[in-house]
C-alpha cells in the first residue's frame, strides 16, 4: 500500500508563495506519475500539475507561469511551488499518485489566501 502525506498549506497574504510538500511511504516503487490537484469550497477538484517519475512535467495552463512542479525519488517527496498567490487560489491541495493499478490521494492541505 502507498499513503501519501501533504504538508506546507497555510494563511498567507495575496501575492506570496508556498511550497507543498507531498510524501510518499509505502510501497512506492511502483508509482508514476505523482501530481497535485485541488478543490475551492463549493467547486470540483482540478488538476494543477503532475510529473511523471522520468520527469515530464504537465501543468495546468491556468496554473502555468505560477506553479512548480519537481520530485525528489529518493525521497519519494514531489513539491508544488506556487507563486503570486490570489484569494482565488484558496482550496485544499491533494497530492496524487498513480502506478499501475495504483491510484491514492492523500488527506490535503489547505491554503487559504487572503487580499
Known amino acids: 500500500q502507498v499513503r501519501l502525506v501533504e504538508s506546507g498549506g497555510g494563511l498567507v497574504q495575496a501575492g506570496e508563495s508556498l511550497r507543498l510538500t507531498c510524501e510518499a511511504s509505502?510501497?512506492?516503487?511502483?508509482?508514476?506519475?505523482m501530481g497535485w490537484f485541488r478543490q475551492a469550497p463549493g467547486k470540483e477538484r482540478e488538476r494543477v500539475a503532475h510529473m511523471s517519475a522520468g520527469g515530464t512535467r504537465n501543468i495546468a495552463d491556468s496554473f502555468k507561469g505560477r506553479v512548480a512542479i519537481s520530485r525528489d525519488d529518493n525521497k519519494n517527496i514531489v513539491y508544488l511551488q506556487m507563486n503570486s498567490l490570489k484569494p482565488e487560489d484558496t482550496a485544499v491541495y491533494y497530492c496524487n499518485a498513480k502506478g499501475g493499478s495504483i491510484a491514492v490521494w492523500g488527506q490535503g492541505t489547505k491554503v487559504t489566501v487572503s487580499s
Open positions: 509505502g510501497t512506492t516503487s511502483r508509482l508514476n506519475a
